[in-house]
């Protein structure tokens, strides 16, 4: 099993139109690549150390949380992971709109200064996150507003999630299966323990995986279906997945989703006359909707 070797990006680099072309070129090759120097590198350990704070508790704790309305508390597969999943999941919708009472909390007596410890990391990894998509739009020869403008990320609407894998879990080679993401761009953090792999080329057969090597502080910025499909198929989603390593593992995702209001429809930079688009405008809260509908996740 062979190494990727991603690109890596400078989200600090003043040079944006360097940094845009790269994303460009790794976005269109690869589908992912490191993000350096995104100005959470001091929040992460503490970020990891409330994750395993919460997946800690008994699990009559956890259960007072069970997931509903994509959030709240998913526990591990009593068939250990019949598909390949077997990991135990948190997730912490958007904080700041009218869904922001749909998250479900750990109390303050279980937890305490837990809510607002991931409030807190959760505002900085949107922070982070507008800066990539400006970027983004850099990269598709658009105004480096462009994603604000047409209220895709005015408004934070993105999942964090929290994952925990345990050690030996049966012998299945994966413990959490082959897929893209949904959305448009994904933020992936792990705790350094080995797994994650990724498809080039998910359309070839037999597909040939590659082991994505950790690298300390650095995020992997995965392209979802979402964005494949607002550029035309330009940008190619990732396809990825986490081998089984017979050692405990702790993850987390922010999945950067446009406002469900934006309408996705295909990048005028993206199309021409010989590249019509491939897809019809959608409402990206109907488009999300729809394929969680037939999501086991």
Known sequence: MSNMKLPVIDLSSRDSLSSAIAIRQACIKYGCFYLVNHGLENEVGKAFDESRRFFSLPMDEKMKLARKELRGYTPLDPALGLHGDSKESYYIGSIADTNAKLNQWPSEESLGNWRPSMELFYWKLFEAGKKLF????????????????????????????????????????????????????????TDGVPGLQICQDKSKEPQIWEDVPYMEGAFVVSIGDLMERWTNCLYQSTLHRVKRTGKERYSMAFFLD????????????????????????????????????????
């Open 134 to 189: 400006s970027l983004f739009a850099l990269s598709l020869n658009l105004d480096q507003h462009f994603f604000e403008k047409i209220g895709a990320i005015d408004k934070p609407s993105a999942f964090l999630r929290l994952m925990r894998y345990p050690g030996e879990m049966g012998d299945h080679e994966e413990i959490c299966s082959a897929h893209t993401d949904v959305g448009a761009l994904a933020l992936l953090i």
């Open 258 to 297: 446009p406002h469900p209001d934006c309408v996705v429809e295909c990048i005028e930079t993206c199309c021409s006359p010989s590249s019509p688009p491939r897809f019809s405008p959608i409402r990206s809260g109907d488009y999300m909707n729809e394929r969680f509908a037939n999501s086991p996740v």
